[in-house]
């Protein structure tokens, strides 16, 4: 039997996995926005639409393809319970990204050992390499 080894990712690989994922939230958003001009021209549905779109897969994306946001998979990232090893839920997806309304305080702790921002203290996560 394989013996299977954990590895924190790196900082650079989660901020290219994340930068990937709002690049994809944005131009669904867009998208939806753009549609949705042609029927309500001079109303904030469009762009209520597209926050909504933008704000809501940033929070679930890594209950994704079990515990991969689209981004994280690209990168060969993975979200997953700190104590278990288990994939990410949805659940804990969003209890990890609803702390990226704390802006540039959820990362602080991403200097640490632990390489874990807020979001991942809080809903016991971390990100990990596939090897």
Same mark, same amino acid.
């Given at each position: 039997?394989?013996?299977?080894?954990?590895?924190?990712?790196? =900082?650079?690989? #989660?901020?290219?996995?994340?930068? =990937?994922?709002?690049?994809?939230?944005?131009?669904?958003?867009?998208?939806?926005?753009?549609?949705? %001009?042609?029927?309500?021209?001079?109303?904030?549905?469009?762009?209520?639409?597209?926050?909504?779109?933008?704000?809501?897969?940033?929070?679930?994306?890594?209950?994704?393809?079990?515990?991969?946001?689209?981004?994280?998979?690209l990168?060969?990232?993975?979200?997953? %319970?700190?104590?278990?090893?288990?994939?990410?839920?949805?659940? #804990?997806?969003?209890?990890?990204?609803?702390?990226?309304?704390?802006?540039?305080?959820d990362?602080?702790?991403?200097?640490?050992?632990?390489?874990? %921002?807020?979001?991942?203290?809080?809903?016991?996560?971390?990100? =990990?390499?596939?090897?």
């Open positions: 039997m394989i013996e299977k080894h954990i590895v924190t990712a790196s =900082i650079g690989k #989660r901020f290219s996995a994340q930068f =990937i994922d709002e690049c994809i939230a944005f131009f669904f958003g867009y998208i939806a926005m753009l549609l949705l %001009r042609t029927i309500a021209p001079n109303d904030a549905l469009p762009i209520i639409t597209m926050w909504i779109i933008v704000v809501g897969y940033t929070l679930v994306a890594d209950g994704m393809f079990v515990g991969q946001s689209i981004g994280k998979k990168m060969k990232l993975s979200v997953v %319970r700190v104590d278990t090893d288990e994939p990410c839920s949805y659940a #804990r997806s969003v209890l990890r990204n609803i702390t990226y309304l704390l802006g540039v305080f990362l602080i702790p991403l200097i640490g050992s632990q390489k874990r %921002r807020l979001g991942d203290y809080l809903a016991k996560t971390k990100v =990990i390499m596939e090897i």
